[in-house]
């Protein structure tokens, strides 16, 4: 079992930035595919962006040019900058992470709200 702990979250005001983190509680294990994901009250999870072992990003269309995700191999750490934050970004922010021969394990969620 992997548990993943998320950081990062908070209130910010639109055009702000914020960074999440996410990470694994023991690392015995190697992960090959990671990823965000948020979830806006009243709507269905949604992926924010993916990122491969090898470094290839995927990003929504909403967040494309404003987050970065970034992945750090030897911390099995994924993080997500996120810049120029709207209103419409406010949501429960979740990691996901694939364990190389393994299952896919989410995050707790890490709430991000923005707003003036």
């Known amino acids: 079992q992997v548990q993943l702990v998320e950081t990062g979250g908070g209130l910010v005001q639109p055009g702000g930035s914020l960074r999440l983190s996410c990470a694994p509680t023991?690392?015995?294990?190697?992960?090959?595919?990671m990823g965000w994901y948020r979830q806006a009250p009243g709507k269905q999870r949604e992926s924010v962006a993916l990122?491969?072992?090898?470094?290839?990003?995927n990003y929504a269309d909403s967040v494309k040019g404003r987050f970065t995700i970034s992945r750090d191999n030897g911390k099995n750490t994924v993080y997500l900058q996120m810049n120029s934050l709207k209103p419409e970004d406010t949501a429960v922010y979740y990691c996901?992470?694939?364990?190389?021969?393994?299952?896919?394990?989410w995050g707790q969620g890490t709430q991000v709200t923005v707003s003036s």
């Open positions: 023991t690392d015995n294990f190697r992960i090959n595919y």
């Open positions: 996901n992470v694939k364990v190389l021969g393994g299952s896919y394990y």
């Open positions: 990122i491969t072992s090898g470094g290839i990003a």
